[in-house]
């Protein structure tokens, strides 16, 4: 049973976000009903499966104090044939946040799927169980504002040089209500 299996089994139907199909391609509406955003993202990888990370109710046996019951909107889970991703995703409506509280929710989103591997780990029985993942994380921003003429893309943290395979180094893309998979990664 590969990963994106046990994941579909493992998660309530409330907590996936479907797929879409068209046109040979796979793609997914990401909807935030708190910030009522909404991004598409394209060329998903058919082995894939997005999580709704924001249903997760956070626990009460922690204080909150760091941050720690807060979590990013979006986890995609992706084992594309080459390479296996899983992507922390942030939608906000503007720029409102600080960095340091996008920064916890994704890092919350991170720990929410290393409780999620060590579920399946334990009752799966699935010693491997989503070992060997590359991760992003990103914050897509101003998402819902009026149209402009397009733009080249290039993402803040490319400036800086910087890979985004850790929450502090997350990658903030602004203005985008469509994007393709591999902007992610």
Not at 57 to 75: C, N, Q, S, T, Y
Not at 120 to 149: A, C, H, P, T
Request: charged residues 25%; contains cysteine.
């Amino acid at each position: 049973m590969n990963d994106i299996t046990i994941l579909q089994e493992m998660l309530s139907a409330g907590a996936q976000v479907p797929l879409q199909q068209s046109a040979g391609s796979t793609s997914v509406k990401l909807k935030d009903k708190q910030a009522k955003t909404s991004v598409e993202i394209t060329d998903i990888p058919h082995d894939s499966l997005v999580i709704r990370a924001e249903v997760f109710k956070p626990p009460h046996v922690f204080r909150g104090l760091k941050g720690e019951r807060r979590r990013a909107d979006f986890v995609i889970v992706s084992n594309a044939a080459t390479e296996k991703w899983i992507i922390c995703i942030e939608t906000q409506r503007s720029t409102g946040k600080d960095s340091e509280q996008v920064e916890q929710q994704l890092r919350g989103a991170e720990c929410f799927i290393g409780y999620c591997k060590c579920i399946g780990k334990s009752f799966w029985q699935s010693q491997k169980f989503l070992d060997g993942y590359q991760y992003r994380f990103v914050s897509i921003v101003n998402i819902n504002i009026d149209k402009q003429i397009t733009r080249f893309y290039k993402p803040k943290n490319q400036l800086r040089k910087k890979l985004h395979d850790r929450p502090e180094n997350f990658q903030e893309i602004e203005g985008h209500q469509s994007l393709h998979f591999n902007q992610l990664t």
